[in-house]
């Protein structure tokens, strides 16, 4: 199927490319409306913001999936590639949302172990990607058996959001599993780039093309997102505290 080995949506490995990014929507959306319960907003403006950031979020998802089923994405011979746009957009939704008046709210009114463990996703992604380098969907490189580490950070995730509700951790461990979390997340995403075919960096037979179509896009144009934002907005968490 366009270029990459056949696939199924109803595939389970497949399916969570679709079911992860839209759990998260929800979350993210329920969070917005908690966040403006907490600071004293009256129940119409709470419905009203969480109907906008859900509105948001589809056309966002819409967007892009359309954009990468019309095949935009894979045009790599193109300067700028388009997909490269598409991750300039991702990193400035990312600061636009994190240094917002949302970004601001979440983290003054939800509790930094509930941002923790939002990260958590990653590990059931992360094992969702090996199974597609095995299915050969996805070049080695990205997945945890290469040069991808971030299945850490949602496998820590879990266990430092257990510590932080229930008293043992604090802000500082928080901090220190942050900026490793934020690492790791950069470091797949350099590998991601350089894996592309304007670059081959890890050869013509290891390309990362696999992102550019449906509804593995999602994985930058959601899970990328989402993964950055949150990193964000726990580091403005942490600041309101201290």
Do not use: C, K
């Not at 679709?18 to 959306?29: G, H, K, M, S, T």
């Not at 997945?143 to 959001?161: E, H, P, Q, S």
Request: hydrophobic letters at 60%; proline letters at 6%; glycine letters at 6%.
């Amino acid at each position: 199927m366009n270029g990459l080995p056949d696939y199924s949506l109803l595939e389970p490995s497949v399916l969570l490319f679709v079911v992860i990014p839209i759990v998260l929507v929800a979350l993210f959306v329920w969070g917005v409306a908690v966040a403006w319960r907490r600071a004293g907003r009256s129940p119409a403006a709470v419905r009203m913001t969480a109907l906008a950031t859900l509105a948001t979020s589809i056309v966002w998802l819409n967007v892009t999936w359309s954009l990468a089923q019309a095949g935009v994405f894979t045009q790599w011979s193109r300067t700028p590639p388009p997909f490269m746009l598409l991750v300039f957009a991702i990193f400035a939704l990312a600061f636009a949302i994190a240094f917002s008046r949302i970004g601001r709210r979440l983290a003054e009114h939800i509790p930094l172990w509930a941002l923790v463990a939002v990260q958590s996703f990653r590990l059931p992604l992360e094992l969702a990607m090996h199974r597609m380098a095995e299915r050969g969907i996805m070049p080695p490189q990205m997945t945890y058996t290469g040069r991808n580490f971030d299945i850490v950070t949602g496998a820590t995730a879990i266990v430092v959001a257990a510590l932080v509700w229930s008293g043992r951790g604090g802000s500082r461990l928080v901090l220190a599993w942050n900026v490793l979390g934020l690492a790791l997340l950069l470091n797949v995403v350099i590998v991601a780039l350089v894996s592309t075919p304007r670059f081959a960096f890890f050869g013509a037979e290891r390309l990362n093309v696999w992102v550019a179509y449906p509804p593995f896009v999602w994985l930058p144009a959601e899970l990328v997102l989402t993964a950055l934002t949150g990193h964000l907005i726990v580091f403005r968490s942490i600041a309101r505290q201290r």
